[in-house]
Every structure is written in structure tokens, then in C-alpha cells.
């Protein structure tokens, strides 16, 4: 094989790209959770005759947020079944304390206070109703690596 790692030059249509695919319990209700709590919008769903989706994307902070009901026959379910997830999703927002806010609302649960964190966001620890972990952050002072592993020390040091 003669395959070329992909360069600078390489245009944005060839570059890989990342997307993420969440398995959820009711995609209805997560497609309009998503849309109440982080404002997405959605672009379109494939549903079966049942009301199983199999397939939806919603475009979210720049991006495609994909998601589908789970499909425990094929082995694919969500952090409900499984009983936790493995990830967090970070979305930046303006404001972490009004976009939390606005999570709460919509029956998100705060797993961790909100605060200035050491390496220089503010920041809200989230898990929404479906069982997958949002982080919501916000730049608030820029800060370098070292400054960043020494609050990083500091902070463990309790």
C-alpha cells in the first residue's frame, strides 16, 4: 500500500475528519433535550416504522452531532444499559454559567460545582438524562503548559 499521510496542503473535503455518534434509550427525546439544552438544531432523522430512530444528525457547536436509539441485537447500546460512559463531550460556550443553566432546565444534572478551573476555563460538569457526560467551558485566562502543570501539582497537593 501506498497511502500518503495527510498534509496542511490537503484540502478540507479529503482531510479526515472527527464525528461522534451517541447511542441514546429514546432519541426522541434526546434529539429535543439536545435542542432545549445546547440549542442544536436538527438536520434529519431515519426512523423505522416503529419509531425506532436509526439514525439522526443534529448540527451543534459547529459541528454534526449524529445519535440513534440503541440496538441492543446488534451489542449497540447507550451509558443506561451500560451503566456509565467512558467519555465526556466538551462543548465552549459564551457563558458556562447561563448555558448550564440552561441544561439544568432541561433536566440536565450537575455533577460538579461550577468553577475557574487551574488551566484557565470556567467550567460545568454535566450529565445529561440519557447518561452521557457534558462539559461546558469557557476560556477565561490563557495559561501555558507549565503554568498549568505547576496548579496542576499545587491542586493535588490538596
Aim: net charge negative; aromatic share 8%.
Amino acid at each position: 500500500m501506498n497511502e500518503k499521510a495527510p498534509s496542511s496542503e490537503t484540502k478540507s473535503s479529503e482531510a479526515p475528519q472527527l464525528a461522534f455518534a451517541l447511542v441514546v434509550r429514546d432519541a426522541p427525546a434526546a434529539l429535543a433535550f439536545y435542542t432545549r439544552a445546547f440549542g442544536a438544531r436538527e438536520k434529519y432523522r431515519l426512523t423505522e416504522p416503529s419509531g425506532r430512530v436509526g439514525h439522526a444528525e443534529m448540527s451543534l457547536g459547529g459541528v454534526t452531532l449524529m445519535l440513534a436509539d440503541e440496538y441492543p441485537e446488534y451489542g449497540i447500546t447507550g451509558p443506561q444499559t451500560q451503566g456509565g460512559t467512558t467519555c465526556s463531550l466538551n462543548l465552549r460556550v459564551e457563558d458556562v454559567d447561563v448555558a448550564a443553566q440552561r441544561a439544568l432546565d432541561a433536566g440536565a444534572t450537575l455533577e460538579r460545582p461550577i468553577k475557574n478551573e487551574f488551566y484557565g476555563d470556567r467550567a460545568a460538569h454535566l450529565r445529561d438524562p440519557f447518561g452521557h457526560r457534558w462539559a461546558l467551558n469557557a476560556r477565561i485566562e490563557d495559561v501555558s503548559p507549565e503554568e498549568m502543570q505547576r496548579r496542576f501539582t499545587e491542586m493535588l497537593k490538596g
